[in-house]
């Protein structure tokens, strides 16, 4: 059974290109031109992927994310024409899984969908069940529960979050997870990595800014706390 990709852009000449090609590349493919949509098309098809567009009439692109990760952990990768660090990072902090600027190939197009899909699907280790204090971590269900009640994460929120706890107290860096979770596509955007850490505290910690589980090594990285 082919993957899924739910393409959203309110350029149907855009559409009209990216769709075709990703049809040869073997994936099934959905479109919608605005927020409300998509986020219509997402109830309806379940794609396995979103391919998002920033620049919406309506509801933005970010607020179709924003939207979404109340109750839903599909991945998403943002299309923007926006270069700076800050607006890439906004994406992230929202729950994007990646982002691609334009103007792009349509083969990195497709090498990134296909990375953050295999991030979707692959766990780490050998599927295991951790409990750390109140969390409980199921791999092979893709779960996170706090205090018996479930937390969405994203694809890439997870994947972090499931490394450092395998192993409380070892020190990653930031270029240790990237390499663990993301692979080498990612090796020029480690900063990306405080993004999802910053996320993951917002929805894990009873206070963000002291931080029980996952814990700031200054200068080196980021441990899950062993003392829970």
């Not at 729950?95 to 792009?104: H, N």
């Not at 349509?106 to 204090?133: C, F, H, K, N």
Request: charged share 25%; glycine share 6%.
């Amino acid at each position: 059974m082919n993957q899924s990709v739910l393409v959203v852009d309110d350029e149907p000449k855009v559409i009209d290109v990216i769709k075709p090609f990703l049809e040869r590349e073997g994936f099934d493919v959905y479109s919608a031109t605005d927020g409300n949509m998509a986020i219509q098309m997402v109830d309806k098809c379940h794609p396995d992927l979103i391919l998002l567009d920033w620049m919406l009439p309506g509801i933005s692109g970010i607020d179709v994310c924003r939207q979404l990760r109340v109750t839903s952990s599909i991945p998403i990768i943002m299309v923007t024409a926006r270069t700076e660090e800050l607006d890439r990072v906004l994406g992230l902090e929202i729950g994007a899984d990646d982002y691609i600027v334009k103007p792009f190939s349509l083969r990195e197009m497709v090498a990134r969908i296909r990375s953050v899909l295999r991030r979707a699907q692959d766990q780490p280790g050998s599927q295991s069940t951790y409990v750390r204090g109140p969390l409980k971590i199921d791999e092979s269900k893709f779960k996170v529960w706090k205090d018996q009640q479930e937390i969405v994460l994203t694809p890439a929120e997870f994947q972090i979050l499931t490394t450092l706890a395998a192993k409380p107290g070892v020190v990653y860096s930031r270029l240790q997870l990237l390499q663990a979770v993301m692979g080498d596509a990612y090796m020029n955007y480690e900063r990306t990595v405080d993004s999802h850490i910053s996320h993951l505290r917002k929805k894990l910690e009873d206070n963000p800014a002291e931080p029980r589980f996952i814990q700031t090594v200054h200068g080196m990285g980021y441990r899950f706390g062993d003392d829970l």
